[in-house]
């Protein structure tokens, strides 16, 4: 909290964006609606938010001169990504504000400390310890007990960097493959579904939290999220609790997410914390007055937070590789789906392109028949 | 209409859109939205348009080289203003597919083509009469009687180029300052309300109206629309079928308005087309699940349209020049309010800066009360 409290970014300011994916993207559309101009830096030339950016930057992450000339020229930063350089931090956030902040940011980039920094916040977590060794995983696996899942702490996203451990007989193996190092090993959770929620946090300390959701995978890849979840109501009043205790504890400037395991008892254990606008909340885009995209823009610029209430149910489908891009014909016509692109070029096998959100009237999806619903989708 | 009926411009093609305003930068960023690049061209750089596109030309409109290495980089061409210039869409037209093509911009450019279209097309207008010299407008003065309104045939707008005039005498100074010839005498039509409606018509020839909305006026320049329109069912019908019709007359492939003036007796005339996405259709950006600029894209690229049905109520507010600007800091903590700013750097009296929809909800509109609902806007 500071003087910039009152008073949001003049409008034609620049917002920085480290990272041109689809996030970066979205960020940048939002912006340039809330009338702010985009400065978006990336490794890439032409990277889906230099398309819409006024202004660009290709550069590697941890060009320390780059990194300044950026600074110099943007008025807040904010990140695509969590797993930012701790080097580029270093130069970035004495020269302009960097929201969300370091503290955020190093909390969710490793996974040992975003399961403490859950665990302080009050949010059960299944389950954990820190491998450093093999002897040290051979200890882990008698105390957690299998299955287990051991993963990387730092980088890991969609399914990659971990490996489920059935048997004792699987640990070296899986143990030498994985890396960077430390590791951590997870109990196995038989959670009966995946749930989420996103949370924007504004300058101000406001928190706007959006209906849980429920979301499926394939491949590891986020493939559908329902919204709101179809869980009992303390279920997901809890799930927003948490989020937005989450938020404030993190000292959060933007939009977070949290993932949570759904136990038969009733119970969530938290499973991931990511600090920006999370594929999850996309159905937020066409359903909610303020999206988290415009959501996240606000609090990075000091602005007020707008409205998280969801006027309309959704369920969004993310458009992966080939087999996304060729569901485009028979969704296009349906004028209850808002399809939403990335800008790249090749649709390559598990890369998302793009994801369609489609509208139900408020109220209506627990009644739905989800096969036929999902046949069209 | 033509073989790109059943195929929509594939992903990543590039959108042509010539004037570099806040139409053009709305309709950039819905074009961004549904996966395509934007190439904006206009005179002026750093533009609001060009802030979020992916390409720019910064050249004169008739400037025929920037013109054909325009068409020579796009896919397509869509305009942000009616008045293109005939030279600009000769060298574009055989060049690149042009939508809205010649004949929408050709009738929309000119009054005099305007009221006799309106008038084929079955719309009701108020008398006119074309004006060459000063004993033509004597003539016309005692066929329609005065008050009339005098006003330019071409590049009017925002109530620039017109004259009312109430006594005879008036009539030589008002026909001396007004150019250029030949002008149009309208009847003074004693109406009791504005109302305009927007619908998109697709390049299959389908058309998508919205509601019918009712606008007020402040210097001549809108102020506030309201949908939807507080008036009989039959009215706001009639203006719906009427812009439709307009639609499919002018062989339309994009966004349209028309504005009518409703009489006392509830008779509707129709007084001006825009062919193109249309200041009183923003309410519809948050309002509906296709806001105008989407459906204008959606047509342009070939795409079925969207659904133009209103999930809320909304009232849209223009934010002009600084008093405009200085309603910010109001408007931002509402949640149920959408701000949208143009990115323009100096707010200059009677400048578009932006604009902010209130979102109520649906059905609720006409159960206001007016004064306290604009207190806040």
């Known amino acids: 909290m500071s003087g910039a409290l009152a008073t949001p970014l003049p409008p034609n300011s620049t917002i920085g964006i480290l990272g041109g994916g689809q996030l970066g993207r979205m960020s940048a559309l939002a912006a340039a609606e809330l009338g702010y101009r985009c400065h978006v830096y990336a490794p890439d030339a032409d990277s889906p938010g230099m398309q819409v950016a006024a202004a660009r930057t290709v550069a590697d992450y941890e060009d320390p001169e780059a990194l300044a000339a950026f600074a110099a020229a943007v008025d807040v930063v904010t990140f695509e990504f969590e797993n930012?350089?701790?080097?580029?931090?270093?130069?970035?956030?004495?020269?302009?504000?960097?929201?969300?902040?370091?503290?955020?940011?190093?909390?969710?980039?490793?996974?040992?400390?975003?399961?403490?920094?859950?665990?302080r916040a009050g949010v059960p977590v299944a389950p954990w310890r820190a491998v450093h060794d093999l002897a040290g995983l051979e200890a882990a696996m008698a105390e957690i007990g299998l299955p287990a899942v051991l993963k990387t702490t730092r980088l890991g996203y969609d399914g990659r960097g971990q490996a489920v451990l059935r048997r004792p007989e699987e640990a070296a193996e899986a143990f030498a493959r994985l890396e960077p190092r430390p590791l951590i090993l997870e109990?196995?959770?038989?959670?009966?579904?995946?749930?989420?929620?996103?949370?924007?946090?504004?300058?101000?300390?406001?928190?706007?939290?959006?209906?849980?959701?429920?979301?499926?995978?394939?491949?590891?890849?986020?493939?559908?999220?329902?919204?709101?979840?179809?869980?009992?109501?303390?279920?997901?009043g809890q799930a927003r609790r948490h989020v937005a205790e989450v938020a404030a504890a993190l000292e959060l400037v933007g939009v977070l997410a949290v993932e949570f395991f759904l136990l038969p008892d009733g119970r969530l254990l938290g499973n991931e914390i990511a600090p920006r606008p999370h594929n999850s909340g996309h159905w937020t885009m066409d359903a909610c007055q303020a999206g988290q995209f415009h959501q996240h823009i606000r609090a990075v610029?000091?602005?007020?937070?707008?409205?998280?209430?969801?006027?309309?149910?959704?369920?969004?489908?993310?458009?992966?590789?080939?087999?996304?891009?060729a569901r485009l014909p028979a969704l296009l016509p349906q004028p209850d789906v808002s399809v939403h692109l990335y800008?790249?070029?090749?649709?390559?096998?598990?890369?998302?392109?793009?994801?369609?959100?489609?509208?139900?009237?408020?109220?209506?999806l627990s009644a739905q028949d989800e096969g036929k619903l999902l046949a069209r989708l």
């Open 301 to 325: 610029a000091g602005m007020p937070l707008g409205s998280a209430e969801r006027h309309s149910d959704a369920v969004m489908r993310n458009l992966i590789g080939p087999e996304g891009m």
């Open 84 to 119: 930012v350089p701790a080097r580029t931090l270093e130069i970035l956030a004495p020269r302009v504000p960097c929201r969300p902040g370091r503290k955020a940011l190093a909390v969710c980039q490793d996974r040992l400390q975003e399961k403490a920094f859950l665990e």
């Open 187 to 236: 109990a196995f959770v038989p959670f009966t579904q995946e749930i989420s929620a996103v949370a924007a946090r504004g300058l101000d300390g406001s928190v706007a939290v959006y209906d849980a959701v429920e979301n499926r995978h394939s491949h590891h890849i986020l493939d559908l999220s329902f919204a709101p979840a179809r869980v009992p109501e303390a279920v997901a």
């Open 343 to 364: 800008g790249k070029q090749a649709a390559r096998a598990g890369r998302k392109m793009g994801h369609a959100n489609c509208l139900l009237p408020r109220g209506s």
